[in-house]
């Protein structure tokens, strides 16, 4: 079975500056999607960023950025420019492809808690 | 456009009590999916329906049934409330393509007394 662990349960960053959440996962299956989600105070799962593990490429969405290490089963989240609305739990999460029903069930860690602090 | 809608968003139970959770998306997705989350964990997998007409089990089945109504309501049922089932309820929705992300519903806070 696929797992997902985040070892760190709360990580703080000073408003403007930089941060990265680590992610490690287990799988036996070449080929899955990784994706980080953040859930504010309100509740609301928002998806932040995901990754194909077929590409070499490191995903990137506007202050949001991934270092994947495929053979590490490694799977970290950069935060640049900090701002106080990216205060949230995160989730990493792991979906496998095998086509079919086995689309879409995603396997979540455990999350980290960000405090940004002005 | 609402997205993924649930409701209620908050209910208290007393064990023993059935009660089912609502859950309807429109954006036109083949599937949807039932998580739980439990504090300190993440979300865990209940049930998914890839399609209408199908559901299957995820990691966490035991205790709950479902129902996919129709292409965009899928429901969760306790049928007997236990203590346990004390969570934080999300329905996701999603299309069955690659690479496949899931929609979020803004959650129920089940409390089971």
């Known amino acids: 079975a696929q797992t997902v662990t985040q070892s760190q349960p709360e990580m703080s960053v000073q408003e403007a500056e930089t941060v990265t959440l680590s992610c490690t996962y287990d799988t036996s299956e070449s080929d899955y999607y990784l994706f980080w989600y953040k859930q504010p105070p309100s509740r609301q799962m928002i998806l932040v960023i995901r990754?194909?593990?077929?590409?070499?490429q490191n995903a990137t969405e506007n202050r949001f950025s991934v270092n994947f290490q495929k053979a590490a089963k490694s799977f970290s989240l950069k935060i640049s420019d900090s701002q106080l609305g990216d205060a949230a739990m995160y989730f990493c999460?792991?979906?496998?492809?095998?086509?079919?029903?086995?689309?879409?069930?995603?396997?979540f860690g455990q999350g980290t808690i960000l405090t940004v602090h002005p | 456009n609402a997205g993924v809608t649930q409701t209620p968003k908050f209910q208290v139970l007393k064990t023993g009590q059935s009660m089912t959770l609502q859950c309807a998306q429109d954006?036109?997705?083949?599937?949807m999916y039932w998580y739980r989350q439990d504090p300190g964990m993440g979300l865990r997998l209940i049930y998914y329906?890839?399609?209408?007409?199908?559901?299957d089990k995820g990691e966490v089945p035991n205790g709950y049934n479902v129902s996919r109504l129709n292409k965009r309501e899928f429901s969760l049922r306790l049928e007997s409330a236990a203590p346990s089932q004390t969570s934080v309820y999300f329905c996701?929705?999603?299309?069955?393509?690659?690479?496949?992300?899931?929609?979020f519903g803004p959650g129920t806070r089940l409390t089971v007394l």
């Open positions: 999460a792991y979906s496998r492809n095998a086509g079919g029903t086995s689309y879409g069930k995603l396997t």
């Open positions: 996701a929705s999603s299309e069955l393509r690659s690479p496949d992300t899931q929609y």
């Open positions: 990754q194909e593990a077929y590409k070499q």
């Open positions: 329906s890839a399609s209408e007409g199908t559901t």
């Open positions: 954006m036109n997705h083949n599937s």
